[in-house]
């Protein structure tokens, strides 16, 4: 399955669960790949600080615990940062769901390989406490998981085993980083129905 | 009569910071103890100092103003969370600051960065004040204001026996 494919399944479904949904997504060609499938200002994307995405994500959860947050990740990025798995756990927010893209390579740098093909990170989120854990390695797969993931006991984890290489036509992110800011704390800000 | 360290978090509310976060360090470990104790504050004990700096992030991006705890040592672990997130997103936040190493009276690991950390803030850009009992009401208020301005982070620097009861 390749990367942008799976990086638009989980955004569609992620839109259809609705509007009350935050994304953060990692640096790199993920967040690149879910700007250039559908961009909206829930969507909060990073274009440094590698490794700190659920960080952010996690912080977000926690003081809006009536929003779904979504954290798009990716196996460098999980890896770097590998204890905020830790935190994740041990803070428990019932609204924290975690999408990481596995290709055990960093694709943003030219694919060199990672270490995740030895160290399975669903097996490191489950032991860490995630209450709900999944990998996936199809399409089909792909599909099913996505019919209850997000309503599934969080923290949750679903890891998609995508393949190596870049889609072409993939574009940059293009608002600035501190306009990024403003819509999305706009958004996220905004009283809900459900607050 | 209040601790230092319930005068100092009771005066950062004052100021508006409603979200806590950082890694301990002894200088301040009277501050440490009370955001353990009472749950009202919401401490999140984070496991390095840049992953403090990502959930203070979020917390801002979710409405929240931020205070970040950690020893000078994670000054250094924090810098690329702070120029390719932080400075770049318009991410404010207070950063308090031991200053181990200060004077280079201290452990060997320290000595270095107590010596640079002032050049380091400064190379960074980042505004700081050092904590002093006589200035840190004029201090934290100055800080604040420019750190709203500017939404960018601010740092206040915490000696030794400042904050540790």
Redesign the interface.
């Known amino acids: 399955m390749k990367r942008a494919f799976a990086v638009a399944r989980v955004a569609d479904a992620v839109d259809v669960t609705g509007a009350d949904c935050l994304t ?1 997504v990692c640096n790199g060609m993920i967040g690149r790949e879910l700007y250039t499938h559908a961009d909206a200002p829930s969507r ?1 994307y ?19 615990p009536s929003r779904t947050v979504v954290v798009f990740d990716g196996d460098g990025n999980v890896l770097m ?1 590998m ?2 798995l ?2 994740v756990a041990a ?1 428990a927010p019932p609204n924290f769901y975690h999408v990481v893209f596995d290709n055990a390579a960093h694709g943003s740098t030219g694919d060199q390989r990672t270490i995740s093909d030895r160290v399975p990170l669903d097996a490191v989120a489950r032991a860490a406490g995630y209450r709900s854990v999944v990998r996936v390695r199809d399409e089909q797969a792909l599909t099913d998981a996505l019919r209850s993931f997000l309503h599934t006991p969080a923290p949750a984890m679903l890891v998609v085993d995508v393949e190596r290489g870049n889609q072409p036509g993939i574009g940059r992110v293009e608002p600035s ?2 306009e ?3 819509r ?2 706009a958004r ?2 905004l009283k809900t129905r459900s607050a | 009569m209040a601790s230092p360290s319930r005068h100092f978090l009771d005066l950062l509310e004052q100021h508006g910071y409603n979200f806590f976060t950082g890694v301990p360090c002894s200088l301040f470990e009277g501050v440490t103890r009370i955001l353990d104790a009472e749950p009202r504050y919401g401490y999140v004990s984070a496991v390095r100092e840049d992953s403090a700096l990502g959930l203070a992030a979020g917390a801002y991006l979710g409405g929240r103003q931020p205070v970040v705890f950690m020893q000078n040592s994670g000054l250094g672990v924090s810098m690329n969370a702070l120029v390719s997130l932080h400075q770049i997103y318009d991410i404010p936040a207070l950063l308090a600051v031991s200053w181990r190493g200060e004077g280079g009276k201290d452990a060997p690991e320290h000595l270095i960065m107590g010596d640079v950390m002032q050049p380091f803030l400064q190379l960074l850009q980042i505004p700081y004040a050092v904590f002093d009992p006589a200035t840190l009401g004029a201090n934290v208020e100055r800080l604040t204001r420019v750190m709203r301005e500017t939404r960018r982070p601010v740092a206040l620097v915490v000696g030794k026996g400042r904050l540790q009861s």
């Open positions: 953060v909060f990073m274009i440094g600080s590698m490794g700190l995405a659920s960080s952010i994500g996690l912080g977000l959860a926690l003081v809006q940062n204890g905020a830790g935190s803070a980083p501190s990024l800011t403003a999305f704390r996220a800000t």
